[in-house]
């Protein structure tokens, strides 16, 4: 039984961070209908300005953690004002194009620095010894990482239900004219859902960078990994992107803790979201909290 | 009391030209109409005014502003409202988050004097609370403040979609089609509405309606156009007895 509980709560560390890297795809589509390709790469990008503020400068973990979230907030920021203000009412597919380009472009950059080809750790900042409880343990760094994830999802939930600007990023998205209408600047919006976009990637990157080690392989897949996760909570969903997220991470833990091994089969953790979201999308193809459009003229 | 003039406005499409050199001047505190059939303009003049759209050719003035190249978030400021012909609510909210979006991005304060100037955002915030609800009493929405306005009917949708217009307190308030697909009564609370915008709150109105009885009416002035042009203009009896507008409306025999 606790092997199971085992599974629970490393599927619930894995699981938050695939939320949080999805959160910043989901408000990106929700806002501006772009698919942001090249979203791994910012995550990588976050985490990469975490590790070289930290090591490189010495700054305080915590600190460079923040400051590099301030980083990618500008840097997403500006490359919306850069690259995608000027194709706003231009074919989706053009768009998608874009961001398939800036994909690469980073890619290239990143290639130029040592972070491209070497793998770093993160300094262990916290105690090595694992917090166990009834034979179920998890590391510090879990633990924090968890707590640091599900803080900053409560964040952007109260953003997006309170706040005055998170509702007319909400309205822009519920509907572009009326929102033009009532005085909300659209491109404005687009800018700030990119920076906010940036901001909880270089979050996501930061916390993933201190579990799994700095490997630009293993950072940039997180945007990959990020697609089953949004389709099956419904593209424009931030709850959506929450639960679907720890779902994943849960189904991924099962399947890797109780089908590899036995009859031969190796590597389900990595088969088993996709079959799952299949079988979930043939009863829901909009997703678990997609919107399901219906115009009325 | 501010004048909207449209001069010699041409709007082109790639070698369609949607408006061919109109010029309109719609004078404060009356009911303006536009009428005409369909495909003749009148929602991409609207378009124009509103800045959703700019000219090709032509200049649009609000009193001594140029509105002729602004944003739709520009003229918002500018005490011009509109309400659209195919509904756009932010549906996923409630009527009452629908109006006080409206009001919020009117009277920016920003997070620094909410947490700076606490006593004057809470005063403001009071004071936005109140003009929504006078709205909201006005267009008798009182029983839906609090529900989803995807989930309400066609008729009430129709008017929180006036109420969200005025919510930004505008001189000019430009509906279109506030009627269609509406029953008698739903049509005769709206033209109730209208006038007493009118007559009660001052507001200049433009209306593109094609309920000709409606028009002729509560118009105090009426323009036609048709394809693009506009063919006649003057009081419901002068534009009724127009030859010009009779064959665009009935054919020529």
Redesign the interface.
């Known amino acids: 039984m606790s092997y199971f509980f085992q599974l629970v709560v490393s599927g619930i560390v894995v699981g938050s961070i695939y939320a949080l890297s999805a959160l910043g795809f989901v408000l990106i589509y929700k806002s501006s209908r772009v698919l942001n390709i090249a979203h791994g790469q910012i995550i990588a990008a976050g985490a990469f300005i975490t590790y070289a503020l930290t090591v490189m400068v010495g700054i305080p973990i915590y600190f460079s953690f923040f400051i590099s979230m301030v980083i990618t907030f500008f840097l997403a920021m500006s490359v919306e004002r850069i690259f995608l203000r000027r194709l706003i009412g231009e074919p989706i597919i053009s768009v998608i194009m874009v961001t398939i380009g800036l994909m690469s472009i980073i890619d290239g950059l990143i290639y130029l620095t040592p972070f491209g080809t070497e793998n770093f750790s993160f300094p262990s900042f916290l105690p090595t010894t694992p917090i166990s409880v009834g034979g179920v343990s998890i590391s510090w760094t879990q633990m924090v990482g968890v707590l640091v994830t599900f803080a900053m999802i409560g964040g952007f939930t109260w953003f997006f239900k309170k706040?005055?600007?998170g509702?007319?990023m909400?309205?822009v998205s519920?509907?572009q004219?009326?929102?033009?209408?009532?005085?909300?600047?659209?491109p404005r919006v687009f800018g700030l859902a990119w920076a906010m976009a940036g901001l909880s990637a270089a979050a996501a990157g930061g916390i993933l960078g201190n579990i799994t080690g700095i490997n630009f392989d293993t950072l940039h897949s997180f945007g990959i990994v990020v697609f089953p996760v949004v389709i099956l909570g419904g593209l424009d969903s931030i709850l959506g992107a929450v639960v679907a997220g720890i779902i994943m991470g849960l189904i991924q833990q099962f399947a890797s803790g109780y089908l590899d091994g036995n009859w031969g089969l190796s590597g389900t953790g990595e088969i088993m979201p996709y079959v799952i979201l299949l079988v979930i999308l043939l009863f829901k193809p909009h997703g678990l909290f997609g919107i399901h459009e219906i115009e009325?003229? | 009391m501010t004048h909207l003039t449209v001069s010699d406005v041409t709007l082109t499409f790639g070698g369609l030209n949607a408006l061919t050199r109109v010029n309109i001047s719609i004078e404060p505190g009356i009911i303006t109409s536009i009428i005409g059939p369909n495909g003749a303009g009148k929602t991409s003049l609207l378009n124009c005014v509103?800045?959703?759209y700019h000219p090709t050719v032509g200049k649009i003035h609000y009193g001594k502003r140029n509105l002729t190249h602004a944003?739709?978030?520009q003229i918002?400021?500018m005490g011009i409202?509109?309400a659209?012909q195919?509904?756009?609510?932010?549906?996923?909210?409630s009527v009452l988050?629908n109006l006080l979006?409206?009001r919020?991005?009117?009277l920016k304060y920003s997070?620094f004097h909410a947490v700076i100037f606490f006593g004057k955002a809470s005063r403001m915030e009071a004071e936005n609370r109140a003009y929504v609800e006078k709205v909201i009493d006005f267009m008798e929405l009182e029983p839906y403040r609090k529900k989803m306005v995807g989930n309400l009917s066609?008729g009430v949708q129709k008017r929180v979609e006036v109420a969200?217009?005025l919510?930004?307190e505008p001189k000019l308030l430009l509906l279109d089609e506030p009627m269609a697909g509406m029953n008698i009564e739903e049509k005769e609370d709206i033209v109730r509405f209208i006038l007493d915008l009118k007559k009660e709150w001052g507001i200049t109105i433009v209306l593109v309606e094609h309920d000709l009885g409606v028009v002729m009416d509560i118009s105090d002035q009426i323009y036609v156009l048709d394809f693009g042009e506009v063919i006649g203009s003057g009081k419901p009896h002068e534009v009724a007895s127009n030859p010009k507008v009779i064959d665009a409306y009935i054919g020529e025999e």
């Open positions: 706040s005055t600007i509702i007319s909400r309205a519920d509907d004219l009326a929102a033009m209408s009532i005085g909300i600047s659209v009325r003229v | 509103s800045g959703f944003s739709p978030h918002s400021t409202a509109r659209f195919n509904l756009e609510l932010f549906r996923g909210l988050d979006l409206a919020h991005q009117n997070i066609y969200r217009a919510t930004l």
